[in-house]
């Protein structure tokens, strides 16, 4: 059994190889790799899961294939599944599904908005994020780096749906990719937990 990223990746893997057995992970705790060269020889398909890929999370490109990245992020795969075939065989979407399609990337949009607020940033360069969930992540960052600094910062961010609490993900400068991400534990829980050592070890 393989372990796929729940993204847009994943979603084009399961498509291109739909025998082989495979399970969910986070993406940002997945460790294999992604070539779609590996994944197809029809130079045509492999351009529109391109398109896929550079479209997510980038602010920009047409309205199907960016919100197919976006529910895939979100885990509802049954309508990411919809608009990614959508994309790839270039069908013209029913207006209910354009209608879903514009809700993602408008509430994704809101969503980013909200938290570009200095109140998030304590100390400097650190943004508190907790209550944001982790899917957010790498579009908040594509837009942080564009209209806020290129410092290296870093995001306490809230859980995953398949990985619950709370992360922490460090870029350096002028990067929107992460260098590390770990799970992150509050100061004083540290702090308590040397504590209760301590007193274990007294004991």
């Known amino acids: 059994m393989r372990d796929y990223p729940l993204d847009i990746r994943g979603l084009i893997i399961r498509h291109s190889q739909p025998e082989v057995e495979y399970r969910w992970v986070a993406p940002f705790l997945w460790d294999g790799t992604f070539c779609i060269d590996d994944l197809t020889d029809d130079k045509k398909l492999a351009r529109m899961y391109q398109i896929l890929v550079e479209v997510d999370c980038s602010g920009r490109g047409r309205i199907i294939p960016r919100a197919a990245g976006i529910a895939a992020r979100q885990g509802r795969l049954t309508l990411a599944a919809i608009l990614m075939t959508t994309h790839l065989y270039?069908?013209?979407?029913?207006p209910e599904l354009e209608a879903r399609a514009?809700?993602?990337?408008?509430?994704?949009?809101?969503?980013?908005?909200?938290?570009?607020?200095?109140?998030?940033?304590?100390?400097?360069?650190?943004?508190?994020l907790q209550d944001t969930p982790a899917w957010i992540i790498p579009s908040f960052t594509r837009k942080f780096r564009s209209l806020v600094n290129s410092r290296p910062i870093s995001i306490i961010s809230g859980g995953h749906l398949l990985a619950p609490g709370n992360w922490i993900w460090k870029f350096s400068s002028k990067s929107h990719l992460p260098l590390k991400i770990e799970e992150y534990i509050p100061q004083n829980a540290m702090d308590s937990a040397t504590n209760e050592n301590s007193i274990n070890a007294v004991r």
């Open 90 to 94: 270039n069908r013209q979407p029913e």
């Open 102 to 128: 514009l809700n993602l990337l408008n509430d994704e949009k809101r969503k980013i908005r909200r938290l570009m607020n200095r109140n998030r940033e304590w100390p400097k360069d650190n943004w508190n």
